[in-house]
């Protein structure tokens, strides 16, 4: 409607057809704001409306103004919803002008409103109920206590997707937070990034083994990493690293948290 499309008669003489464009009710010039607003006809469709307030489009002159009225139109039960009840009452207008215009079939303004009330009425009815469903509060898990004789080992790593490059880093500290150990190594052809979280953590394990500490609190910014080794279902691309580190640590006594 607002962008023209609708062959009405002045629609049709802007795209060079040759045709008198009146309106099938009145004879008036057939504009998409007269035929849906401004027809004595549908400002009797309108009147009959279910609304708490009848719209009055009568000192309207562009569709936008006519659309800001329908807006604010409140429908009564049990329609209840007004967007739904001018929509259907913008298309039983419509209905009854082609009706009008190619079958000869007048049909009265009654008669038109009922049609669209009823197809509202319809339409709601058959929405599926959207029951509100409250997602239950999920509280983080709390961590258990550190042991004071673990390290605490944070790996994290940066990938740069245009060369598949990656620099992996990984620090070991005390409980007392004083560093005990840390080390970094660049990577090529490097997939993806969780690959690179992935290479950290191993890189992480293999210095835990060699520094020969036993206990380790191994900790990662990577969450879906972190679902992936607590899953124990790890994608695809994860397989290689994990293997690798598996067979670096086979052997170890190195206690993993």
Same mark, same amino acid.
């Not at 009840?85 to 007048?106: H, K, M, P, Q």
């Not at 060369?163 to 660049?186: I, M, P, V």
């Given at each position: &409607?607002?962008?023209?499309?609708?062959?009405?008669?002045?629609?049709?003489?802007?795209?060079?057809?040759? =045709?008198?464009?009146?309106?099938?009710?009145?004879? $008036?010039?057939?504009?998409?704001?007269?035929?849906?607003?401004?027809?004595?006809?549908?400002?009797?469709?309108?009147?009959?409306?279910?609304? @708490?307030? *009848?719209?009055?489009?009568?000192?309207?002159?562009?569709?936008? $103004?006519?659309?800001?009225? &329908?807006?604010?139109?409140?429908?009564?039960?049990?329609?209840?919803?007004?967007?739904?009840?001018? +929509?259907?009452?913008?298309?039983?207008?419509? =209905?009854?002008?082609?009706? *009008?215009?190619?079958?000869?079939?007048?049909?009265?303004?009654?008669?038109? &409103?009922?049609?669209?009330?009823?197809?509202?009425?319809?339409?709601?009815?058959?929405?599926?109920?959207?029951?509100?469903?409250?997602?239950?509060?999920?509280?983080?898990?709390?961590?258990?206590?550190?042991?004071?004789?673990?390290?605490?080992?944070? /790996?994290?790593?940066?990938?740069?997707?245009?060369?598949?490059?990656?620099?992996?880093?990984? *620090?070991?500290?005390?409980?007392?937070?004083?560093?005990?150990? $840390?080390?970094?190594?660049?990577? $090529?052809?490097?997939?993806?990034?969780?690959?690179?979280?992935?290479?950290?953590?191993?890189?992480?394990?293999?210095?835990?083994? @060699?520094?020969?500490?036993?206990?380790?609190?191994?900790?990662?910014?990577?969450?879906?990493?972190?679902?992936?080794?607590? +899953?124990? +279902?790890?994608? &695809?691309?994860?397989?290689?690293?994990?293997?690798?580190?598996?067979?670096?640590?086979?052997? /170890?006594?190195?206690?993993?948290?």
């Amino acid at each position: &409607m607002v962008r023209g499309a609708l062959p009405l008669g002045a629609n049709l003489r802007n795209h060079g057809i040759n =045709t008198t464009g009146t309106c099938p009710h009145c004879n $008036e010039d057939e504009t998409a704001l007269h035929l849906f607003f401004l027809c004595p006809f549908e400002q009797q469709v309108w009147n009959r409306a279910p609304l @708490r307030s *009848l719209p009055d489009f009568s000192g309207t002159s562009s569709l936008h $103004e006519a659309f800001e009225i &329908m807006s604010t139109c409140l429908s009564l039960p049990p329609i209840g919803v007004a967007s739904k009840l001018t +929509s259907c009452i913008l298309w039983g207008i419509w =209905t009854t002008r082609n009706l *009008l215009l190619f079958e000869n079939r007048a049909l009265p303004a009654k008669t038109a &409103m009922d049609t669209a009330a009823s197809n509202a009425r319809e339409w709601s009815q058959a929405q599926p109920a959207t029951d509100i469903v409250r997602q239950p509060l999920q509280i983080e898990p709390e961590l258990p206590p550190i042991p004071t004789d673990a390290l605490l080992c944070n /790996s994290d790593a940066a990938w740069i997707s245009d060369t598949r490059r990656a620099g992996l880093g990984w *620090l070991f500290r005390k409980a007392d937070n004083t560093t005990y150990s $840390e080390g970094s190594r660049a990577l $090529e052809l490097v997939s993806s990034p969780l690959m690179a979280e992935a290479l950290a953590m191993r890189e992480a394990l293999l210095e835990a083994k @060699r520094l020969s500490h036993l206990k380790v609190w191994f900790r990662t910014d990577s969450r879906e990493l972190a679902r992936a080794i607590n +899953s124990k +279902s790890y994608p &695809m691309e994860l397989f290689v690293a994990n293997s690798i580190a598996k067979s670096a640590l086979h052997n /170890s006594r190195l206690i993993l948290y």
